[in-house]
């Protein structure tokens, strides 16, 4: 009497998985171009943060935490990231940010038309809100499947996986930041005969940035946990180190992979919200 | 003069469903019935106005009147339900979306309640924003808006963001902004209502002194009586969207309407509205300097007064002569009025307002006298005329009057 009646039982599973087989099977020129797009942009990344020796990588990083914030932050992601290295990850440090990186770029790309559009069409914003939710909440490990079924295994799934994770706040806040543009300053953009395209530019975004920033800012955080969990589906990277240690249960390589994940995120995390805040004006 | 802006029957109605409410309307159902029935808001209900070429014209109302909404047709950030809007001979209602640009970018201008300035940019950008949306360049604009910011007295703080003045400068940039594209109209919604009494003040002064030099047709939006009255040319007022009267200030606060206007009009100050040309009379007595002592004798005693302004030529005040010093002069055998006149009467301008009168109206033995530029007679004011002037509605003046 207690438990669900099992005559009632609905499976919304297969459906889904008949969805995603079809769109595999007829969508494969999609996912290839996908592909060759995701690809280009890791590898163009990886390539430029290779060809930058060591020795400058830290000196830059110390560069931009003294610019943006003081001395003795730059100082500090100057000793964390030459921690990474000493502790022997930095070829693995290297992977990991550019796939980061890649997946930023990608999602500001999709996120940031996407919210200001669902700014104005209240009917998309609709449609948007429970997708947006539904893709925040649902186990990351989950888009790992589709996108491995996708993309097959290595590092194009984990970005896609990635975006897929770490848009929606980058939709989200754009959208509100948009929103929020004072209603007066909007109608003065526009009773002094700017057009929609030039109040977008000229106005609503200038006083979106600083929320903006901030979205970009948890899509980087977002971006930067789920990258350790594609290392699942193949992707290198610290994650991958991660993945082996659970494996071996060892614990000094989880420690060490672990600590480089955490100083990695640090870095990536106050660099980012220095930016959003040189970008504060009210 | 010429019409400037001609508003003709027009209706705003906000909500999903605008054909219905205007349907219903035209049959007559009140605003209130409109919105509980159908769920429409009548913003605007079949307002129609004119506004001459260099005129000052307010709208004033009370929150929810629907006078902003009503300012906001004019430059259609309100698109109108229904009526036309004529600008120039031109109905801007009809414009797609190039005309009316191009209307926005150089005909009209429009200032807001709390100032809408772009806090992202500094007073210079901000001043210059019509100009750069009209694609002129840099330096011509630049050059426009540095000689538009020093004309409201920012002179100096160009390159400061907004957020870093206080709200009185605030709204001069709000102002320059508008100037700055050289507008035929000004629309200002309420531009002065965020601001404290004293800052408010010196706006209007400042504001009137502006019309005075460039002349535009400015429509002026507030609730507060007295700025309207002290301000505009016309007044229009408004309740529940519609216009309940118009006129000028002195009309509306002698013939109030109806009861609602009676209510707004009582609490206006009317020292501050009401000016020496709307109290004065003509003398009942006036002597020439060509009469002598005794001809002014004896217009005082006819007329039961103790001293009479004398005139010249053309009604040239000369000055004033009292009973005492005239009796003297008959007992010394002068004859001439000339060494008998004083001056230590107070004299006005037909424009003058009575809060600058009441206390020399107190102090004075005499009456007080209005002239104008060439020193011409125009007519007196007395004492009991100050304090008619002051009561409320006419009928009452008329039982004191003398």
Known sequence: MNTFPDFFQFDPGIYVEALVRWLTINFQGFFDALTTIIKWVVFNTQDVLTFIPWFLFILLIFLLGWKLKSLKSGLGYAVMITLVGLIGLWDEMIFTLSIVITSVILSIIIGIPIGIYSAYNQRLEGLMKPLLDGMQTMPSFVYLIPAMIFFGLGTVPAVFATIVYSTPPCIRLTSLAIKRVPEEMREAAYAFGSSRWQALIKVELPQAMPTIMAGINQTTMLAMSMVVISSMIGAKGLGENVLIAINRTDIAMGFNSGISIVFLAIIIDRVTQMISQKYEHV | ?402
């Not at chain 2, 909404?69 to 036309?84: K, V, Y």
């Not at chain 2, 957020?163 to 919604?189: C, F, H, K, W, Y």
């Not at chain 2, 007679?377 to 004191?400: F, K, M, Q, W």
Request: contains cysteine; glycine residues 6%.
């Open chain 2, 1 to 402: 003069m010429s019409k400037k802006i001609e508003v003709k029957n027009l209706v705003k109605i906000f909500g999903s469903k605008p054909k219905l409410a205007l349907k219903r309307l035209k049959d007559g159902w009140s605003k209130d019935k409109i919105l509980n029935t159908t769920g429409q808001t009548v913003g605007v209900n079949n307002a129609s106005f004119s506004v001459d070429d260099g005129e000052f014209f307010v709208i004033m109302g009370l929150s929810g009147s629907g006078k902003s909404t009503l300012i906001r047709c004019l430059n259609l950030l309100n698109m109108p339900t229904s009526g036309e809007v004529i600008v120039d001979g031109e109905d801007i209602v009809k414009f797609d979306k190039k005309q009316l640009r191009e209307f926005r970018q150089k005909k009209v201008a429009m200032v807001f309640q709390n100032f809408g300035l772009f806090t992202h940019r500094t007073l210079l950008g901000n001043v210059e924003y019509g100009l750069e949306i009209r694609n002129i360049d840099k330096d011509k604009r630049q050059q426009i808006a540095l000689e538009t910011l020093e004309s409201v007295g920012l002179k100096g703080w160009e390159y400061k963001k907004p957020t870093e003045l206080s709200g009185g400068m605030q709204q001069r940039v709000g102002l320059a902004r508008a100037l700055a594209n050289d507008p035929d109209i000004l629309l200002m919604d309420e531009p002065f209502s965020a601001l404290d009494p004293l800052i408010r003040r010196d706006m209007q002064v400042e504001l009137l002194e502006i019309q005075s030099k460039l002349k535009k047709t400015i429509v002026f939006i507030t609730h507060d009586i007295n700025e309207a009255f002290k301000l505009g040319d016309r007044v229009a007022v408004m309740k529940d969207g519609k216009i309940v009267q118009q006129g000028n200030p002195e009309d509306i606060l002698n013939n109030p309407s109806d009861e609602y206007i009676e209510d707004f009009v009582k609490s206006i100050d009317r020292t501050k509205v009401i000016q020496a040309k709307n109290i004065m009379r003509k003398p009942n007595a006036l002597v020439s300097m060509k009469d002598g002592v005794r001809v002014a004798i004896k217009e005082m005693q006819a007329n039961d007064i103790s001293s009479v302004f004398v005139v010249g030529e053309k009604m040239k005040l000369e000055g004033i002569v009292t009973i005492d010093d005239c009796v003297e002069a008959v007992k010394n055998k002068q004859s001439s009025l000339k060494d008998l006149l004083r001056h230590d009467y107070y004299k006005t301008s037909e424009d003058e307002y009575i809060e600058h009168l009441l206390e020399n109206a107190t102090k004075s033995r005499y009456p007080i006298v209005v002239v104008n530029d060439d020193n011409r007679l125009l007519g007196i004011i007395v004492r009991t005329s100050i304090l008619s002037g002051l009561l409320p509605s006419n009928s009452d003046t008329e039982t004191i009057s003398f």
